[in-house]
């Protein structure tokens, strides 16, 4: 893929983030965890994170990666969490990551 520009990667990532059992769609959206743009990151850590991203190779390394980006693990957390999961799971992190 040549496509460079942040909002067309964003839009892609979010519309594959279910499919990441296809080798060609994973290798795309996993790609994309090192994208200098944290609207794209947040996407690929919402595309990491959930259910059809189970056993999929690269999602554990990816979301790892992500995680240690906390500024931008901490927005992907507010903006899709109520304010009550949000607490739990940024403490959750916290804890995790020291």
Request: with cysteine.
């Amino acid at each position: 893929m040549n496509e460079q520009h942040p909002y067309v990667i964003k839009c892609g990532v979010e519309a594959l983030s279910n499919e990441l059992k296809h080798p060609e769609v994973a290798k795309f959206v996993l790609a994309q965890v090192d994208n200098e743009s944290p609207f794209v990151r947040r996407k690929v850590a919402l595309a990491v994170g959930n259910s059809w991203s189970k056993g999929v190779d690269g999602v554990k390394e990816a979301a790892l990666k992500l995680m240690a980006d906390k500024e931008n693990l901490k927005k992907t957390v507010e903006a899709n969490s109520s304010l009550k999961q949000q607490k739990l799971m940024l403490e959750a992190i916290e804890k995790e990551l020291k």
